[in-house]
């Protein structure tokens, strides 16, 4: 062989180990983004809660992408139902990535991760998040889910829910006075608003300061208890900030992300995939996050007090 094709042939092999080493690191730190290393290795002291609490929901968000986590992840809340039965899910946005397209991916992307739960009649109420607004899908999901507009309320017992499209609240008088007016009528012991988007957060996106300038303010001077959102995937906590408590639960099966700096009111902040449960009733909240093992990860309890 002459020693110009001996070159070339080391030359093809360097470029094939480089390509090789890029495609493997690009691989590992996909998976490194993706990966859910926390495991609860040591169960939590949590207040048990009464077995006919009259309001047992779950809520989670940022799921709809078919992934093996998700699908996983669905299994435990199925586990979940059968041992302590709900009858309620809160979808917090981002429910079919890339572009909200539930016509062509609600078979793969949700009635085959959560069709057991359809089958035993769960409802499912859904808020719109950013990705499902995009190339005009935001319609066909609000038909898909029967959502009455892209913002509405949904009473429940000792609860009042308050759905938001939190994509287009700032930009959208109508549902900001609607928001106001509907949590000034609200007598429910507890007021629980549902959105998308995190008004305080330590993860990728952090706090959503447009909306946070407008809706924070309305949630401590109606009495709101509870801001539930997901759009950073990974799940924290937050200690009460004015009587409101912040949960972001971005876990419910899409990839993971990494938290930032983390904010000195974060209680708890796990980079994991989760949903949480809340069960009810005119005096008291109980709060679990279960992850796909089925551990519960974290836990609170909530007592109706006149600050509330």
């Not at 040591?42 to 940022?62: E, K, M, T, Y």
């Not at 308050?162 to 429910?188: D, G, H």
């Not at 952090?206 to 009495?223: F, K, S």
């Not at 974290?298 to 109706?304: A, E, L």
Request: net charge positive; with cysteine.
């Amino acid at each position: 062989m002459s020693t110009k094709n001996s070159r070339g042939t080391r030359l093809a092999w360097m470029v094939s180990g480089v390509l090789l080493v890029g495609l493997g690191l690009a691989a590992w730190g996909a998976w490194w983004e993706d990966w859910d290393f926390h495991r609860q290795t040591q169960p939590l002291a949590c207040a048990p809660s009464p077995a006919n609490a009259p309001v047992r929901f779950i809520a989670f968000g940022d799921y709809g992408q078919g992934t093996p986590f998700q699908m996983q992840l669905a299994k435990q809340m199925v586990k979940t139902h059968d041992q302590t039965p709900f009858d309620t899910v809160l979808l917090l946005g981002d429910n079919i990535y890339g572009d909200g397209d539930i016509k062509r991916l609600a078979k793969p992307y949700f009635e085959k991760p959560y069709g057991p739960l359809i089958q035993r009649n769960v409802r499912f109420l859904a808020a719109i998040g950013n990705h499902d607004t995009r190339k005009g899908h935001m319609k066909d999901q609000m038909e898909y889910f029967k959502m009455p507009n892209d913002f509405y309320k949904v009473s429940k017992g000792p609860v009042d829910f308050f759905i938001l499209n939190t994509t287009f609240f700032v930009r959208n008088p109508k549902q900001q006075q609607w928001l106001e007016k509907s949590l000034s009528e609200s007598k429910a012991p507890w007021k629980i608003v549902a959105g998308h988007h995190p008004l305080y957060s330590s993860g990728r996106n952090g706090n959503t300061e447009g909306l946070r300038a407008i809706l924070e303010p309305m949630l401590q001077r109606h009495g709101v208890t509870l801001y539930l959102c997901g759009h950073d995937h990974d799940y924290e906590r937050f200690k009460p900030i004015h009587n409101v408590h912040y949960i972001v639960s971005g876990g419910g099966g899409g990839f993971l992300t990494s938290f930032r700096d983390i904010l000195p009111e974060s209680q708890v902040h796990l980079r994991t995939h989760h949903f949480v449960m809340v069960e009810a009733t005119a005096t008291d909240i109980w709060l679990k996050a279960i992850n796909r093992h089925g551990e519960v990860i974290d836990c609170d309890h909530w007592r109706k007090t006149s600050a509330h």
